[in-house]
């Protein structure tokens, strides 16, 4: 199980390297509260959803493929957060408070 979530994040970290690559001018991102949804592609599942900007990288993100983080409450896209474990019920946070 580690071993397999181990090789999801290091897959996921080099489509988002891909993705930084081929993407130039991400305006910066905004805090969740402060911009309406968009009607931006999502990039995770290319849906026409309303999407919001990542608070990380800024991508635009559908509800769906978006996670609000358990500890500091800000919309990230699935890149840009983990799912945690190690309690009964499946937590999600940001990078920045995973650690």
């Known amino acids: 199980m580690v071993e397999r979530t181990k090789s999801l994040l290091m897959e996921g970290q080099q489509q988002q390297q891909q993705q930084q690559d081929n993407t130039e001018n991400i305006p910066p991102a905004l805090p969740p509260t402060a911009a309406?949804?968009?009607l931006l592609r999502c990039f995770s599942c290319q849906s026409?959803?309303?999407s919001?900007?990542?608070a990380h990288c800024g991508r635009s993100s559908c509800s769906p493929c978006s996670r609000v983080c358990g500890a500091c409450e800000g919309v990230f896209c699935s890149l840009c957060s983990l799912l945690n474990?190690?309690?009964?019920?499946t937590r999600e946070f940001c990078l920045g408070?995973?650690?």
């Open 97 to 99: 408070c995973a650690q």
């Open 48 to 50: 026409d959803k309303p």
């Open 36 to 38: 309406p949804p968009n």
């Open 85 to 89: 474990y190690d309690t009964p019920e």
């Open 52 to 54: 919001r900007s990542c």
